[in-house]
């Protein structure tokens, strides 16, 4: 294959994925660096990476949302997508895989982060996006090529095909051998690599390594099998083919070797994805875009800028888009651009269209959300793909320290969701409180950085309020009497109330057996309303459930009579009577279902153990190799923080869902502690 014929594919769109610090933003600083789109690469810790741009990711010195950066490589242009590779802001990156040619997956040769990138490899796996390993920090390897390969291997569902090997000096690398090239080159630091002889024991390595990538590739490819068994060296041009073949059929996934920070083997990556990665064509295919002469694309990511307004980052797909066209969404509604722009970093420059392959940011489209498909055509589209935000694991509720900022806080609030769909806004029906529900610590300390320097507001937070309830016992009958005269029309309701228990579930219930019109009939639903004002808050505080309540006797006043004197008396007929009914706290209870990596297991174990959980049992994940799920129950109360020891126990890489199962109830001190503090609380 010719090494420097342009390649037919258009604009290209690349996703820069891996585990937490694995360098994935110095990569991208390596690559717009090489190629000329900046001077010299920034620096992650110096806070002058075009990547991590946002006040709050210079803040915490790393990636928290996803950054677009065009650049252009031997003709071709290159849109590169560095996603976060935290778990907490991983909804970036699932959103904009479908729309991306090819993904570099950055790691380094660590055990501990295997369970990170086997989560990211199988995301790519099941989407069907083809994948080059930039195996990183090469210059810092204490293990040999073939021992790292073999323990990255397991995270892979598809063979780890080494590109390339390491020229040893010592302990050091200098270099390395192209197995595709068959060439030698030694690394200058922020340079170009030299080209140097092959020769003595790389070249015997070279052999050896080169026949075993062959014997892979050998695997689907009954020509190149045959030749390799005859001992006939396969001409290059038919090698590359097939590397190029198998990494879009999803068959294999290439390895390469290099050390960002030094800008060492980017130009190698570069020419891999020039050469093999495909194009916008194979993408509109893998994705079922439909024959058509309309520009379609792909939104992947929301923003709003301070001045620009709000931003929807596309690619698109197919077609050529102009500016100020009028674009159908997926979900409903049509909208016109208000301008076209060039996205690198965190500038932007306007353009006057875009063309199939292009990845570029289209201003002020209201109705159009994360995930839409659009088009310039008459009809709205199908939408392309779905990409659901994992369920929140953690929430704090949260308020503007000033009142007048109240609206201000909920129009906020919404652009957040808007720009990240997996944090999640919850009205609390009992507390008024709003919940914000995230990915983790960092994702909620993240957007309430966000809400205070963007938006200007001031928060107050703290943890949720937990659901607990309260019932009873014991039933009793009582009466509930309300009288009053001030002149004119007095008030007069008379109830007798008979209060028992119901089944753990089982809710409220009220029914009325009265006789003789002791009650008249158009006063029953008011005596109904003043039962459910009662059970809001019982005599432990909290709302009570699990009760039946049936109206028996009662007596009226033809004149003073009233609905809200009825209603009254049921209320005072239902606080009276609760306290006698033995009343006691109930606690929500949750299925838990957690999954971690096997070795970790007994510490989730512990963990459970420790927060009154019950386990349930345990298994191994389903398609999973080397993961557990385990199974508890657990007191809401219990779950707040669950996450935060999760994390820790599994390097970032366990998570768990939860679903309500019942209410039971807590006795003794544990009750105690809880009705004492909510009252202080109140």
């Not at 594919?9 to 110095?26: E, Y």
């Not at 790691?107 to 930039?134: M, N, S």
């Not at 294999?252 to 070797?257: K, Q, T």
């Not at 006797?553 to 004149?559: A, F, L, T």
């Amino acid at each position: 294959m010719g090494q420097d014929v342009r390649s037919p594919r258009g604009p290209r769109c690349i996703a820069l994925v891996g585990p937490f610090q694995s360098g994935k933003t110095t990569l991208l600083e390596a690559i717009l660096a090489r190629t000329g789109a900046i001077p010299r690469a920034g620096s992650v810790d110096a806070g002058t990476s075009v990547g991590d741009a946002s006040a709050e990711a210079r803040h915490h010195k790393m990636t928290v949302g996803l950054t677009a950066a065009t650049t252009s490589f031997m003709g071709d242009s290159y849109t590169f997508l560095d996603c976060p590779g935290s778990v907490e802001f991983a909804h970036d990156m699932r959103a904009v895989l479908p729309a991306v040619d090819a993904a570099i997956v950055v790691c380094e040769a660590d055990e501990k982060k295997l369970p990170q990138l086997q989560i990211i490899l199988r995301e790519l796996e099941e989407l069907k996006i083809p994948r080059f390993l930039f195996l990183n920090k090469i210059d810092r390897a204490n293990k040999r090529i073939r021992e790292s390969l073999a323990m990255l291997q397991p995270a892979s569902r598809v063979p780890l095909v080494l590109r390339q090997i390491p020229i040893w000096k010592g302990e050091l690398i200098e270099g390395f051998v192209d197995l595709a090239l068959e060439r030698a080159f030694i690394y200058r630091e922020h340079k170009a690599s030299e080209v140097v002889a092959l020769e003595g024991g790389d070249l015997d390595r070279e052999k050896e390594a080169r026949f075993s990538m062959l014997e892979k590739l050998a695997d689907h490819d009954d020509a190149l099998m045959e030749q390799l068994l005859e001992d006939i060296q396969p001409p290059r041009d038919a090698v590359f083919d097939d590397l190029a073949r198998e990494l879009r059929e999803g068959l294999i996934c290439p390895v390469l070797l290099g050390a960002a920070a030094r800008e060492n083997g980017v130009l190698r990556l570069m020419k891999a994805l020039r050469h093999e990665a495909p194009g916008v064509a194979e993408t509109a295919k893998r994705l079922g875009v439909p024959e058509t002469k309309d520009a379609l694309g792909f939104v992947f990511k929301t923003l709003h800028s301070q001045h620009g307004g709000k931003l929807s980052l596309t690619r698109l797909l197919a077609g050529h888009l102009d500016d100020g066209a009028t674009l159908q969404s997926s979900s409903g509604g049509a909208s016109r651009i208000s301008g076209i722009l060039a996205v690198n970093g965190a500038y932007e420059t306007k353009r006057a269209s875009a063309e199939a392959g292009d990845t570029v940011a289209l201003a002020k489209l209201d109705p159009v959300r994360t995930g839409d498909t659009v088009t310039n055509g008459k009809a709205p589209p199908a939408a392309l793909a779905a990409s659901e935000p994992t369920p929140p694991v953690l929430a704090i509720s949260v308020a503007a320290t000033d009142r007048k900022d109240d609206v201000k806080l909920g129009q906020a609030l919404m652009r957040l969701h808007e720009e990240d769909p997996s944090l999640v806004i919850v009205q609390n029906p009992q507390t008024h409180d709003t919940v914000l529900w995230g990915q983790g610590e960092m994702h909620l300390r993240v957007a309430s950085e966000r809400l205070r320097d963007r938006f200007g507001i001031k928060l107050a937070s703290h943890p949720p309020a937990i659901g607990y309830q309260e019932t009873i016992r014991k039933p009793i009958t009582q009466r509930g009497r309300h009288k009053k005269q001030s002149g004119g029309h007095g008030q007069f309701g008379d109830v007798v109330l008979d209060i028992r228990p119901m089944p753990r579930g089982d809710g409220f219930k009220f029914s009325e057996k009265v006789v003789g019109g002791a009650v008249p009939r158009n006063y029953i639903g008011a005596v109904e309303e003043g039962v459910v004002d009662g059970l809001t808050r019982g005599p432990l505080g909290f709302p009570v459930t699990d009760v039946q309540v049936t109206l028996t006797d009662g007596s009226y006043h033809s004149v003073d009579s009233s609905d809200l004197a009825f209603r009254t008396a049921a209320r005072i007929g239902l606080n009276e009577g609760l306290p006698q009914c033995q009343p006691v706290l109930l606690e929500p209870i949750h299925v838990v279902e957690i999954v971690c990596p096997t070795d970790a297991t007994a510490k989730i174990n512990a963990i459970l153990s420790a927060r009154r959980g019950q386990i349930l049992g345990f298994d191994t994940r389903d398609g999973w190799n080397g993961w557990d799920c385990v199974r508890a129950m657990m007191p809401e109360a219990e779950i707040g923080e669950l996450i935060v020891e999760l994390r820790s126990a599994t390097a970032g890489a366990g998570s768990f869902t939860r679903q309500f199962d019942h209410m039971a109830e807590v006795t003794g001190r544990a009750a105690d502690q809880i009705i004492a503090a909510h009252q202080h609380a109140a």
